[in-house]
Structure formats: structure tokens, C-alpha cells
Nanobody, 121 residues
Framework: QVQLVESGGGLVQAGGSLRLSCAASGRAFSINTMGWYRQPPGKQRELVAAMTSGGSTNYADSVKGRFTISRDNAKDTVYLQMNSLKPDDTAVYYC???????????????WGQGTQVTVSS
């Protein structure tokens, strides 16, 4: 079993910055893709950014140029640096990871508990 623990959310004014962190913990595993999703009030969850273990990235068009995803593979941690925040970025942000238990070929998808990001105008 793997747990994803997020931190770094909060309230910020438009134009400000926040940095989210997500650390994975558990026994004997490796992580393929790690990423961030968000769910604005009354809307569906959507991909924000993702990064493979090899460093390839994928961003939602709405955050390109403002958000940066990074990983520390040694710490099984993924970060999301969010700059030039807008009120439309207000959402619950969820960490997501594709995890492969050691010695097995299957992968499992895990979610964090979510962290609230609120951007005031």
C-alpha cells in the first residue's frame, strides 16, 4: 500500500505564487508517472501537470508558462510551482501516482487526499 501526502495549499491573492508538494510513502515500490489534478467547485477533476520517471512532462494549456512540475525521484516526491495565480486556479488539487510494487509487473493508481488552493481577486 502506498500513501500520497500533499502539502502547500492555501489562500493567495491573484498574481501570487504557491508551491505544492506530494510525498509518496510505503513499502518497496517504484513510481512511473506522478502528477497533479484539480477539481474546481462544481466542475470535474482535470489534469494540471504530470511527469514521467524519465522527466517527460505534460501540462494543461491553461497553466502552461505559469506552473512548473518537478520531481525528486530519490524522495518519491513531486512538486508543483504555481506562479501568476488567477482566481480560475481556485480548486482542490490532488496528487496522483502510478505505482509499481517491487517484483511485480502491474501498476496501481493512487490519489492523495487533496489540498485546497484559493486565489482571491
Amino acid at each position: 500500500q502506498v500513501q500520497l501526502v500533499e502539502s502547500g495549499g492555501g489562500l493567495v491573492q491573484a498574481g501570487g505564487s504557491l508551491r505544492l508538494s506530494c510525498a509518496a510513502s510505503g513499502r518497496a515500490f517504484s513510481i512511473n508517472t506522478m502528477g497533479w489534478y484539480r477539481q474546481p467547485p462544481g466542475k470535474q477533476r482535470e489534469l494540471v501537470a504530470a511527469m514521467t520517471s524519465g522527466g517527460s512532462t505534460n501540462y494543461a494549456d491553461s497553466v502552461k508558462g505559469r506552473f512548473t512540475i518537478s520531481r525528486d525521484n530519490a524522495k518519491d516526491t513531486v512538486y508543483l510551482q504555481m506562479n501568476s495565480l488567477k482566481p480560475d486556479d481556485t480548486a482542490v488539487y490532488y496528487c496522483n501516482a502510478d505505482v509499481r510494487p517491487s517484483g511485480r509487473s502491474v501498476t496501481y493508481n493512487y490519489w492523495g487526499q487533496g489540498t485546497q488552493v484559493t486565489v482571491s481577486s
